[in-house]
């Protein structure tokens, strides 16, 4: 129950984040701006949802989910209110501040919530619940796109933007944390290391493992963000983009159909991994998972020039690196415990934010270069690394630490 | 008798690095980027990143078609 709404929570703030899109055209028509400053409000909505997370998750753990997720969900349908009556950019742009607020609340915590309630299913419930953030636009895309053409985007707007501020709202007073006895004290497969001891914040960024975690999750998500923020110039550079490519009966330039399979796949991943991490332990899952994605890069950069290859291999590495907002959520709660488990999960989330400001180093390799060759080969290089910490540095020290821990209380 | 006081623990420290990292990130992409530190560059450093994660989440070049994630200094090289 606690994971269905926390996943109907997700599939309702899915849209803030992609069903943004659709509404560009319209309010570049509108109001005649460029359409990168229209998009600044996008990112600044991005920046918001992914480096407050600690801070939400900090109240998340004082006061629990549902104030958190009821403030969220009113930042959420105000955002998107205030946006259809914006008229100058700046409104746009506090508008999507406030939406990117509310949305890392709900995300920060429907995440945070299932690490809590399923400590021996962990990795799939923050799966799950990662998931649902992707997949939920699937259900809305028609409807947003159908009532942005009737009735404007205005319209569209304001009603879904009341509508899904006003179910996260009811939804947040279903929604709480489990109280001690009310789900099982730990996992019992031995392949999981899990910790009884709840680390508080500021006592979990003094421990170097977490940093380890930290600096995998940096790597990891920067060599991934490398290749897939970066797929459309790199397309373009080695001349396969405007490609027509035929999968499975379906015909579609290779730069499309590779956007079409990795928004799939990267919401596939994240509960199949989990789900993986549960059964054979979490670093064996990194283990695979950063190794398929190191490697699928190096053959991306082998067998790209081949549209049909390229298409293929960019939904390889799409699979291999979405899985990290399931397996650093889950491991990260395994070994700090589950009492502060939103707050500590937020800290090691904002790796990504952090993952994001070395990309533009790696562009600045390719400029150097005149070629996408060493970005490949660094990218590749750091998710096999990581894979080979996760193994041979994490899966020790996480035991010592845990076994340490089981000592101390 | 002096009192010999526990010594403090340094609590602040790891709170810096978990600011300092991508702050100096943050300068280091600015200073990649523009040649400069000036409040512009290091804003623009900033947005950068959130574009990058936004084009990595939404499928790339879908909330920048034009010029995706690359820096537009790549492009006249091509």
């Given at each position: 129950m606690q994971l269905a709404i926390g996943v109907i929570c997700m599939v309702m703030i899915a849209n803030l984040q992609y069903g943004w899109t659709f509404f560009v055209p319209d309010i570049q028509k509108k109001f005649g701006w460029d359409r990168a400053a229209i998009q600044w409000a996008f990112t600044l909505f991005v920046l918001f949802e992914t480096w407050l997370v600690p801070i939400e998750g900090w109240f998340v753990d004082k006061y629990g989910p549902r104030i958190v997720i009821l403030i969220g969900g009113l930042c959420c349908g105000i955002g998107w209110v205030m946006n259809s009556f914006a008229s100058s950019l700046s409104m746009f742009y506090l508008a999507q501040v406030i939406a990117g607020l509310g949305a890392g609340a709900v995300y920060g915590t429907c995440v945070g919530n299932a690490l809590k309630w399923f400590p021996d299913k962990r990795g799939l419930a923050a799966g799950i619940t990662a998931a649902g953030f992707g997949a939920g636009s699937a259900l809305t895309v028609a409807p947003i796109q159908n009532m942005i053409q009737t009735q404007g985007f205005q319209a569209a707007f304001f009603n879904f933007g009341l509508g899904q501020g006003l179910i996260i709202i009811v939804l947040s007073f279903l929604l709480f944390a489990p109280k001690?006895?009310?789900?099982?004290?730990?996992?019992?497969?031995?392949n999981v290391i899990q910790s009884r001891r709840n680390y508080e914040p500021l006592e979990v960024i003094r421990q170097p493992i977490f940093w380890l975690m930290y600096f995998m999750f940096v790597i990891v998500g920067a060599g991934g963000l490398m290749v897939t923020a970066n797929l459309k110039p790199i397309a373009a550079d080695i001349k396969v983009d405007a490609i027509p490519v035929t999968l499975l009966g379906l015909t579609m330039t290779a730069i499309t159909f590779a956007a079409t399979i990795d928004r799939v796949l990267n919401g596939l991943t994240r509960p199949f991994f989990g789900w993986i991490s549960d059964n054979i332990g979490r670093e064996n899952t990194m283990f695979i998972a950063f190794a398929m994605e190191g490697i699928g890069i190096f053959m991306l950069y082998l067998w790209g020039k081949d549209p049909f290859w390229f298409v293929l291999l960019s939904g390889f590495v799409f699979f291999a690196w979405g899985e990290i907002y399931s397996l650093f959520p889950s491991t990260c709660t395994d070994t700090?415990?589950?009492?502060f488990a939103a707050t500590n999960a937020g800290l090691l989330y904002t790796a990504k934010g952090t993952a994001a400001l070395l990309v533009p180093l790696s562009n600045y390799v390719q400029q150097g270069t005149g070629s996408w060759d060493t970005v490949f080969l660094i990218a590749a290089g750091a998710n096999i690394l990581a894979s080979l910490l996760a193994i041979a540095v994490l899966k020790p020290w996480r035991k010592k630490v845990v076994a340490s821990a089981m000592v101390a209380t | 008798m002096p009192t010999i006081l526990p010594r403090r623990r340094p609590v602040a420290y790891p709170v810096v690095h978990l600011v300092a990292i991508p702050l100096v990130l943050l300068l280091l992409s600015a200073l990649v980027d523009s040649n400069n530190l000036w409040p512009t560059s290091v804003l623009h450093a900033l947005m950068r990143s959130g574009e990058i994660i936004a084009n990595a989440e939404m499928g790339p070049g879908r909330i920048w078609p034009e010029r995706a994630s690359a820096a537009p200094a790549q492009h006249a090289l091509r």
């Amino acid at each position: 129950m606690q994971l269905a709404i926390g996943v109907i929570c997700m599939v309702m703030i899915a849209n803030l984040q992609y069903g943004w899109t659709f509404f560009v055209p319209d309010i570049q028509k509108k109001f005649g701006w460029d359409r990168a400053a229209i998009q600044w409000a996008f990112t600044l909505f991005v920046l918001f949802e992914t480096w407050l997370v600690p801070i939400e998750g900090w109240f998340v753990d004082k006061y629990g989910p549902r104030i958190v997720i009821l403030i969220g969900g009113l930042c959420c349908g105000i955002g998107w209110v205030m946006n259809s009556f914006a008229s100058s950019l700046s409104m746009f742009y506090l508008a999507q501040v406030i939406a990117g607020l509310g949305a890392g609340a709900v995300y920060g915590t429907c995440v945070g919530n299932a690490l809590k309630w399923f400590p021996d299913k962990r990795g799939l419930a923050a799966g799950i619940t990662a998931a649902g953030f992707g997949a939920g636009s699937a259900l809305t895309v028609a409807p947003i796109q159908n009532m942005i053409q009737t009735q404007g985007f205005q319209a569209a707007f304001f009603n879904f933007g009341l509508g899904q501020g006003l179910i996260i709202i009811v939804l947040s007073f279903l929604l709480f944390a489990p109280k001690p006895g009310q789900v099982p004290s730990g996992v019992q497969n031995a392949n999981v290391i899990q910790s009884r001891r709840n680390y508080e914040p500021l006592e979990v960024i003094r421990q170097p493992i977490f940093w380890l975690m930290y600096f995998m999750f940096v790597i990891v998500g920067a060599g991934g963000l490398m290749v897939t923020a970066n797929l459309k110039p790199i397309a373009a550079d080695i001349k396969v983009d405007a490609i027509p490519v035929t999968l499975l009966g379906l015909t579609m330039t290779a730069i499309t159909f590779a956007a079409t399979i990795d928004r799939v796949l990267n919401g596939l991943t994240r509960p199949f991994f989990g789900w993986i991490s549960d059964n054979i332990g979490r670093e064996n899952t990194m283990f695979i998972a950063f190794a398929m994605e190191g490697i699928g890069i190096f053959m991306l950069y082998l067998w790209g020039k081949d549209p049909f290859w390229f298409v293929l291999l960019s939904g390889f590495v799409f699979f291999a690196w979405g899985e990290i907002y399931s397996l650093f959520p889950s491991t990260c709660t395994d070994t700090f415990g589950a009492k502060f488990a939103a707050t500590n999960a937020g800290l090691l989330y904002t790796a990504k934010g952090t993952a994001a400001l070395l990309v533009p180093l790696s562009n600045y390799v390719q400029q150097g270069t005149g070629s996408w060759d060493t970005v490949f080969l660094i990218a590749a290089g750091a998710n096999i690394l990581a894979s080979l910490l996760a193994i041979a540095v994490l899966k020790p020290w996480r035991k010592k630490v845990v076994a340490s821990a089981m000592v101390a209380t | 008798m002096p009192t010999i006081l526990p010594r403090r623990r340094p609590v602040a420290y790891p709170v810096v690095h978990l600011v300092a990292i991508p702050l100096v990130l943050l300068l280091l992409s600015a200073l990649v980027d523009s040649n400069n530190l000036w409040p512009t560059s290091v804003l623009h450093a900033l947005m950068r990143s959130g574009e990058i994660i936004a084009n990595a989440e939404m499928g790339p070049g879908r909330i920048w078609p034009e010029r995706a994630s690359a820096a537009p200094a790549q492009h006249a090289l091509r």
